[in-house]
């Protein structure tokens, strides 16, 4: 079979050959402006651009969606009844549960409840598709961990007291009002 390649001739366009030394310039003059507007800064004093992160604290916003923790009601249980809706609604499928069966008021309840804090891109899908508030994104962002095992997550570990979380979850409540 014959293949014809057909040559198409194009203008040249004036600038084309300016464009990526233009675009260098561009970057170099943002990064100095950066510069010395940091050094004038420094200069009189002013410490405000950096957070020296051990000894200070980064304030963060009401809104801030940090790991996915699941709630403990007064009674130490936790709230989740294992419908696994959030394991669902999970697009990096980090959450798995294998749920188990009581004789309490609750019918099901998680056997066992794992995230992987790894592969967690922390959207809050699983918030948004639990129908009993059993698992919220808290404020905790600093996760770290040596080693692939330290980033997986037990229901033991994810439990957090009503209490602690009062704070969010009235947010949440207040901003879904509106």
């Known amino acids: 079979m014959a293949v014809r390649i057909v040559k198409v001739k194009r203008p040249t366009q004036p600038w084309s050959s ?8 561009v970057g170099l003059w943002v990064s100095t402006r950066h510069f010395f507007v940091n050094l ?24 801030l969606r940090g790991m996915p923790v699941l ?10 009844v294992a419908c696994g809706l959030c394991e669902w609604a999970c697009p990096t499928t ?48 600093e996760i770290s961990s040596y080693s692939r095992q330290g980033s997986l997550w037990h229901k033991e570990d994810l439990l957090v007291p009503i209490s602690q979380l009062k704070t969010r979850i009235d947010y949440l409540r207040s901003h879904y009002e509106r």
């Open 71 to 80: 709630v403990q009601m007064e009674n130490g249980k936790e709230r989740c």
């Open 40 to 63: 004038g800064r420094f200069l009189r004093g002013s410490q405000d651009f950096t957070v020296h992160f051990p000894e200070q604290r980064f304030v963060h916003p009401p809104a």
């Open 94 to 141: 980090c959450i798995t549960i294998f749920p188990a069966e009581t004789n309490n008021e609750v019918e099901r309840y998680p056997e066992v409840f794992d995230i992987d804090m790894s592969r967690c891109m922390f959207c809050g899908y699983c918030e948004e598709a639990c129908p009993e508030e059993a698992i919220v994104m808290s404020r905790q962002v």
């Open 18 to 25: 300016m464009r990526p030394w233009w675009a260098v310039v």
